[in-house]
């Protein structure tokens, strides 16, 4: 059973740099893409973006300037950064698995894949503060 | 962008209804919507992908129907343990969440 286990600092001043990372344990690394979602208090969820086994990234557009999203496949782990950070990224961040689901497109005659995360971190609380 | 709109934003029912969440999305998706159910202070738990399909280990009472741009979750009967927040997810395009259903007791 796969589970992700994530961490990094709490508390950080306005402009200062978020990092957290997150472990993969007891299932494969490769085949998936790994992603992180945000959620401010008491609201909804918020993708920020994504990356597989190989280092290909995807990020959310209105993120994208102050986010990276990098792989250690030595370690099974895959890591957060978002500089700058303001009040406004005060969330709780979670790590998640991004499961496929393949499609053939009669079209194109291609396979196409879609991903959806199925497997989540517990969440980090991370709060800007000055 | 792929933008999703869930309704309601919150529902009041009994423990025996049968209760149903609807995602609109701003253009089509396919069938690739998912479902999420959020308890306080926990991680959202997958019940429900490719639009219909019940994810292991997910009770039967829990279904999702619908394409192209409009989608539903229905509980058939509600049990306690279902009182939470409920979430679309459309992945077709990057990925967006709705807004949020949080289904309350009556």
């Known amino acids: 059973q796969v589970q992700l286990q994530q961490w990094g600092a709490g508390l950080l001043k306005p402009s200062e740099t978020l990092s957290l990372t997150c472990a993969v344990y007891?299932?494969?690394?490769?085949?998936?893409?790994w992603g992180w979602i945000r959620q401010p208090p008491g609201k909804g969820l918020e993708w920020m973006g994504e990356?597989?086994?190989?280092?290909?990234?995807n990020y959310n557009p209105s993120l994208k300037s102050r986010v990276t999203i990098s792989v250690d496949t030595s370690k099974n782990q895959f890591s957060l950064k978002l500089s700058s950070v303001t009040a406004a990224d005060t969330a709780v961040y979670y790590c998640?698995?991004?499961?496929?689901?393949?499609?053939?497109?009669?079209?194109?005659?291609?396979?196409?894949?879609?991903?959806?995360?199925?497997?989540w971190g517990k969440g980090t609380t991370v709060t800007v503060s000055s | 962008d792929i933008q999703m709109t869930q309704s309601p934003s919150t529902l009041s029912a009994s423990v025996g209804d049968r209760v149903t969440i609807t995602c609109r999305a701003s253009?089509?998706?396919?069938?690739?919507l998912a479902w999420y159910q959020q308890k306080p202070g926990t991680a959202p738990k997958l019940l429900i992908y490719?639009?219909?399909s019940l994810e292991s280990g997910v009770p039967s009472r829990f279904s999702g129907s619908g394409s192209g741009t409009e989608f539903t979750l229905t509980i058939s009967s509600l049990q306690p343990d279902d009182f939470a927040t409920y979430y679309c997810?459309?992945?077709?395009?990057?990925?967006?969440f709705g807004q949020g259903t949080k289904l309350e007791i009556k």
């Open positions: 998640a698995r991004g499961q496929y689901t393949s499609h053939w497109d009669l079209q194109t005659r291609r396979v196409f894949y879609f991903y959806y995360m199925d497997v």
């Open positions: 007891g299932g494969s690394f490769s085949g998936y893409y």
């Open positions: 990356i597989n086994h190989s280092g290909s990234t």
């Open positions: 253009q089509s998706i396919s069938s690739w």
């Open positions: 490719k639009a219909s």
């Open positions: 997810l459309q992945y077709k395009s990057d990925y967006t």
